[in-house]
Every structure is written in structure tokens, then in C-alpha cells.
């Protein structure tokens, strides 16, 4: 398999705000009504894996109805307004925020292969689940992520940035968050061109986390909180 374009969306797997609590307040009310705008544009967006002999890149696919609503970025999270870049050495991050662009060199994914099995469309897909650590302002913070990949699918790659299975990733769990694929075309005609990043400034990913954190607190002192 020499290239293809495979097809993600996302889906929030369960709901934070809960509208069916009895006690209701007005700011309760509120964010239920965001969180329900957030998941109707959730089921419109749309990711594309593009692979290419080794590389692959992985982003949104802006649609412009979507992306001109006021809770676009917002229905897509810290992963969704990334783009990766993904090679057989090399892991990279893309991302704009704090007002500056940041390009993230991360580590290899140290995955578990378990024996489960389910069958994904046609393939049969295996799990493999890795934990990954984010430092946070209150400690570190211990990642469940679950994959479930596809050996027929000889292409080491999946969703936001996770790869080094042997094995495409049709589904891949992160928190409360779930990608799935819904299209795979490979071996296409057409020229598939993978972009590595090169701007932004260059920071590995316990660097970011530190800058993260700082800018939160920056945040915090000046609305006085």
C-alpha cells in the first residue's frame, strides 16, 4: 500500500452536561445548551488521514458552514485544531494557540497489543491500548488511549498523531473522545502531496506542556481568578 486517503469524524462518548439532573441552574443550562451546539458541529466534521510511502499527515477538514460557527474551535479540542505529521522516526505536532505557533517533536507511542478482536467494516481489528502522560498544574495525568487496528491494512499510522501499530487505526479512544473511520481509498491515481511542518517554534512535548501551564496561570491572574 503506497498511498490513500482514509476518512475519520469524531463523536463525544458521553455527555458532561447531563439535561436530565433535576436540579438545573442558569449557568448549568448554558453549558448544556454549548455542549449540545458542540456535538451537532462534532457530527459534521470530518478528518482526513493522508499516507504516502512512510508519511502521513492527519487535520480537519474545514467545511465552511461548519468552521464559521462560534463553537468550531471549541468542537474541536486541543488534538482536533492540530495538524500531525508522521513519519517511520519522526512524530510532529502542529498547532496555533497562546497566540503563537508551536511545532510539538513527540516520542514514540510505547503501545500493549492485547488479543481482543472486533470486526471494524470488513477487517478484523486488534486492540492496543497506551498510556500517555500529561504533565498538568495539579500533577500528572495518566492517558488511557485504546486503539483498535487493522494488520490486513499494512499502513502504521491513525488519528491525531498515533501510530507505530502494525496495522492501520480504524478507531482510537482518548478520553471522552472517539475517532472512527468512516472511508478508505488507497493506492489512488491522483498525487497524494504529505506536508511536513516546518514553522512555528520548535518545542518538545514536556516543553509545551510547561509553556501550557504557565500561560493558564497567566490567564487566570489577569481575569483575577
Known amino acids: ?16 452536561f447531563n439535561q436530565n439532573k433535576k436540579q438545573k441552574s442558569k449557568n448549568f443550562n448554558t453549558f448544556a445548551k454549548i455542549e449540545n451546539s458542540i456535538n451537532e458541529i462534532q457530527k459534521k466534521l ?29 468542537s474541536l479540542g486541543p488534538d482536533g485544531i ?7 522516526n519522526e ?12 511545532l510539538i517533536s513527540k516520542s514514540n507511542y510505547k503501545w500493549t497489543l492485547k488479543t481482543d478482536t472486533k470486526k471494524i467494516n470488513k477487517y478484523t481489528c486488534y486492540k492496543a491500548v497506551t498510556i500517555e502522560k500529561m504533565k498538568t ?15 490486513e491494512i499494512n499502513i502504521p499510522f491513525g488519528p491525531i498523531g498515533y501510530s507505530g501499530l502494525p496495522g ?3 478507531e482510537l479512544k482518548k478520553d471522552n473522545i472517539k475517532y472512527y473511520v468512516t472511508s478508505i ?41
Not at 482526513?48 to 458552514?65: A, C, D, I, P, T
Not at 512524530?91 to 508551536?102: D, R, T, V
Not at 498544574?137 to 494488520?151: C, F, H, S, T
Request: hydrophobic share 35%; glycine share 4%; charged share 30%.
Open 137 to 151: 498544574r495539579n500533577g500528572i495525568k495518566n492517558i488511557l488511549v485504546e486503539a483498535w487496528y487493522a494488520p
Open 82 to 88: 492540530s495538524k500531525f505529521y508522521n513519519s517511520k
Open 46 to 74: 470530518t478528518f482526513n488521514l493522508l499516507y504516502n510511502r512512510g508519511e502521513s499527515h492527519f487535520e480537519v477538514q474545514k467545511e465552511m458552514e461548519v468552521s464559521e460557527n462560534k463553537f468550531f474551535k471549541m
Open 168 to 170: 492501520l487505526i480504524l
Open 1 to 16: 500500500t503506497d498511498k490513500g486517503v482514509i476518512q475519520y469524524k469524531k463523536v463525544r462518548l458521553k455527555k458532561v
Open 185 to 225: 481509498n488507497l493506492n489512488q491515481r491522483k498525487k497524494i502531496l504529505v506536508k511536513k511542518p516546518t514553522n512555528g517554534k520548535k518545542v518538545t512535548q514536556e516543553e509545551y506542556y510547561d509553556i501550557a501551564i504557565n500561560a493558564m496561570k497567566d490567564f487566570r491572574k489577569n481575569r483575577g481568578y
Open 91 to 102: 512524530i510532529l505536532k502542529s498547532i496555533y494557540i497562546f497566540g503563537e505557533k508551536f
